[in-house]
């Protein structure tokens, strides 16, 4: 049978594996040595390793911030530099004064160098919870000195196992981040909320205090009930299972809740967006028709009444000013 030459990195890495190979048979039975089994063994493990050594990617360089203000994170390393990010202005956020206030005075004192919380805002879908993050963030900017403002990171839920070493690369920079991830839950047998735990408050080093995370989701405590019981039936100790799991939440220092909105709000959310932008409707026929698409969507909120908006501007014949 014939054998098939084997490829290698270069003539040098195979000559130094055969030579290092050969002094370890040197001393061998010769019953041993003429058996060249190990030798080939030990040669292709050798160009694999240089192979592996040849192509893995040199140290990524610190990316460089003052281009953008705001980035997306992928977990090979890289920041993608978002130059328009799609925003709702923060006037037009009704129905979540209380929130507002709370998410922008911590932003605030974070930009000033001062302590504060990371943030988990949780609650009734579409009611503004990451258009909120997103205002705060372009409100804190706005009369800011470039080299003063405030970057905002965005890393996805399926990447949330790449945290800590987004949080590495951020740590040696003069400039302040806020790491920002939308719809924040975890199902079924998913072990990466260990590594926000860890990236929140665990390990020798804790979180960089130019890192502040955001985070939004629809449940509380971020993990479904099922997962939850599932732990709480097959734990020895059923109360520590439990407290692992809730205990997530826990890292973050403050908890804003957002609710349905009032049929009263989610009106003067539609008036705001006529206002804005420059709709034109008698306001009994305006209510009549918001509340019959609210009706037709089952529930009433901010996501629903800009939903109407764009149905009635394109109705209007309308164009809608870039958000």
Sequence with gaps: MSKKPRKTVSRSASKAARSKVLKLTTNRPASLVADDT?????????????????????????????????????????????????RVEMTLLKGIERMRDILLENTERFANGLPANNALLWGARGMGKSSLVKAAHASVNLARKPKDRLKLIEIHREDIESLPALMELLRTSELRFIVFCDDLSFDGNDASYKSLKAALEGGIEGRP????????????????????????????????????????????????????????????????????????????????????????????????????IQELAGRLGVKLASR
């Design 38 to 86: 190990p030798v080939r063994i030990a040669l292709a493990l050798e160009a694999i390793a240089a192979q592996l050594s040849a192509n893995a990617p040199a140290p990524a360089n610190p990316p460089s911030f003052g281009n953008a203000d705001a980035f997306v994170w992928h977990p090979n390393g890289r920041l993608t530099e978002v130059t328009r990010v799609s």
């Design 209 to 308: 205090d130019n890192v502040i995370l955001y985070a939004t989701s629809n449940r509380r405590h971020l993990l479904a009930r099922e997962m939850i019981e599932n732990e709480r039936s097959t734990a020895i100790n059923p109360g520590d299972a439990v407290e692992e799991k809730v205990s997530l939440s826990d890292r973050f220092g403050l908890w804003l809740g957002f609710h349905r909105c009032s049929q009263d709000e989610y009106l003067a959310m539609v008036k705001g967006y006529c206002s804005h932008y420059a709709i034109a409707l008698d306001e009994q026929e305006l209510e009549r028709e918001a509340l019959e698409w609210s009706t037709t969507r089952g529930s009433r909120s901010g996501r629903v009444a800009f939903q109407f």
